[in-house]
């Protein structure tokens, strides 16, 4: 069974970084593109950060600049380093991921959240 699961929320004063990290487990035979989304209190899950599995990057135009994604593919894991912060970074991070298994069909997974606070 496929599963990807983020780790690295934590509560931080604005300024401060954080690193997250998104691991896919299980019978992958391929990951494609990787991103990070995140969901304030209030409001709609945005696209934070995408990047393909050549390593190009999108980003979204409040994150430029501030937070870099990356990946490692031989570990099937993402990362967002998050420099700068800022209080209306906080919210909850999820890792999403196009992942087709050994045996099985593509399909877009989804982490379990993690949360990031930023005080100001």
């Known amino acids: 069974q496929v599963q990807l699961v983020e780790f690295g929320g934590d509560l931080v004063q604005a300024g401060g970084s954080l690193r997250l990290s998104c691991a896919a487990s299980g019978r992958i035979l391929s990951i494609n593109n990787m991103g990070w989304y995140r969901q304030a209190p209030g409001k709609q899950r945005e696209l934070v950060a995408l990047i393909t599995r050549g390593g190009s990057t999108n980003y979204a135009d409040s994150v430029k600049g501030r937070f870099t994604i990356s990946r490692d593919n031989a570990k099937n894991t993402a990362y967002l380093q998050m420099n700068s912060l800022k209080p209306e970074d906080t919210a909850v991070y999820y890792c999403?991921?196009?992942?087709?298994?050994?045996?099985?069909?593509?399909?877009?997974?989804w982490g379990q959240g993690t949360q990031v606070t930023v005080s100001s």
């Open positions: 999403n991921a196009g992942i087709t298994p050994i045996s099985g069909v593509s399909n877009v997974y």
